[in-house]
Nanobody, 114 residues
Framework: VQLQASGGGLVQTGGSLRLSCRAS????????MGWYRQAPGRLREYVAT???????LYADSVKDRFTISRASAENTVNLQMTSLKPEDTAVYYC?????????WGQGTQVTVSS
């Protein structure tokens, strides 16, 4: 499995960004795709999950501000982030799961300036 994350960058407080994660070199569809993030000096934390054929799940800290959705491209999900806050600054990592196998992508930096 190869994961390609994109869309990070620098934005001011209150701004928006969209992250994308595309999985390739895989047979079939994933069970779920999602995002985690890690700020400097902190543990990696959960952000959101897209469950194929089902629900979208969110951490309380991003609920009502972030939206995870399936893109038209196969095995691709987007994370639309709005009303960004400085505390959203982190490296964001894509995570995919198929059966019991979990794969992680490289991170993409999101920086929110105050």
């Amino acid at each position: 499995v190869q994961l390609q994350a994109s869309g990070g960058g620098l934005v001011q407080t209150g701004g928006s960004l969209r992250l994308s994660c595309r999985a390739s070199r895989v047979t079939g569809r994933f069970d779920r795709m999602g995002w985690y993030r890690q700020a400097p000096g902190r543990l990696r934390e959960y952000v959101a999950t897209y469950i194929f054929g089902g629900n979208q799940l969110y951490a309380d800290s991003v609920k009502d501000r972030f939206t995870i959705s399936r893109a038209s491209a196969e095995n691709t999900v987007n994370l639309q982030m709005t009303s960004l806050k400085p505390e959203d600054t982190a490296v964001y990592y894509c995570r995919v799961q198929k059966g019991g196998v979990v794969s992680w992508g490289q991170g993409t930096q999101v920086t929110v300036s105050s």
